[in-house]
């Protein structure tokens, strides 16, 4: 690929708003992701009772155990969901940029 159609790549308005869109999710996902775990790990680190608290009376599970199961599930659904916006609108821009590539 030459120099000349790489700056007409970068320059197609559909190829930034590409860039910017997904750079944008990545960001806000990423940052859901960084507060959800180190909030579970502060709160192991600086009050473990609260997750070492039985679930009821007999319990031998603590609320550790379902807490820590959301967050894994939390990082599924973040998946999911930068799944469907990547295999939708993402790779809708993605073929626009292609065709424009093909055109130069």
């Known amino acids: 690929m030459n120099k ?3 700056e007409k790549i970068k ?3 559909d190829y930034q708003e590409l860039v910017s869109k997904k750079n944008a999710l990545a960001v806000k996902l990423s940052i859901a992701m960084l507060v959800v775990y180190f909030t579970f790990i ?3 680190a600086f009050n473990p009772s609260v997750l070492g608290t039985p679930l009821s009376t007999n319990s031998v599970t603590t609320i550790g155990i379902p807490v820590g199961i959301a967050i894994i599930v939390f990082a599924f659904i973040l998946t999911g969901i930068y799944t469907v916006r990547a295999n939708g609108e993402f790779d ?3 073929n626009k940029v292609k065709q424009a590539a ?3």
Do not use: F, G, H, S
Request: aromatic share 6%; glycine share 0%.
């Open 4 to 6: 000349e159609l790489v």
């Open 11 to 13: 320059a197609n308005p």
């Open 42 to 44: 502060l709160t192991i």
């Open 92 to 94: 809708d821009l993605a």
């Open 102 to 104: 093909k055109d130069y």
